[in-house]
């Protein structure tokens, strides 16, 4: 949930390659502490939803390649 404008940031991470999505002043409604989407289509692994601390949400998108 937000409660106004979020200033999203975005970056890559290596070993192994991930994108990752925070968005600060957000927060996950009760039940979804994290959760752990799989989808292995060739391209994207996983989706990973959790909350590292308080009123802050990350989207960390596991990839099976990454171009350039």
Do not use: C, M
Not at 31 to 42: F, K, L, S, V
């Amino acid at each position: 949930t937000v409660d106004g404008p979020v200033q999203p940031e975005v970056g890559r991470l290596a070993n192994p390659d991930r994108l990752y999505l925070d968005l600060p002043d957000t927060s996950l409604r009760p039940g979804w502490a994290t959760q752990d989407i799989t989808i292995a289509d060739g391209r994207l692994h996983d989706i990973h939803v959790t909350r590292p601390k308080y009123n802050f949400v990350r989207v960390l998108l596991d990839l099976d390649t990454f171009a350039q």
